[in-house]
């Protein structure tokens, strides 16, 4: 199954939280699993929502280690082999199975005042 977990922001999730380790358990167990921030989804003209996530790689050891690598490389194109390993890439409600959505807007109440 091609799955996306959707939470606040990747910047500020910590390794113990559970939408981090659900991800990680959905790639260790074969799905296509994604991790993206709320703030990356939008509305495409298809009448879709799409954005950009993390795809989930095969050869990251532990749910410490895929977060570290998320957030490193978080808003910057990696072309440097050296470098971070998890890279965003397009998804969009079309072709994912299922959109797990983990994000508590109650974290966000002061951002629109």
Do not use: C, W
Not at 14 to 39: N, R
Request: aromatic share 8%; proline share 4%.
């Amino acid at each position: 199954m091609r799955i996306a977990f959707v939470t606040n922001e990747i910047l500020t999730e910590y390794p113990s939280y559970t939408t981090v380790h659900l991800t990680f358990q959905a790639m260790k167990m074969g799905h296509e699993a994604y991790l993206t921030g709320v703030g990356e989804l939008a509305y495409l003209l298809n009448g879709h929502m799409g954005g950009t996530a993390f795809r989930m790689e095969e050869r990251v050891e532990s749910p410490e280690v895929m977060l570290q690598e998320m957030q490193e490389s978080d808003g910057h194109d990696i072309v440097d082999t050296s470098g971070p390993k998890i890279k965003r890439t397009n998804i969009t409600s079309e072709t994912l199975d299922v959109l797990f959505i983990r994000n508590d807007p109650q974290n966000l109440r002061g951002a629109f005042r």
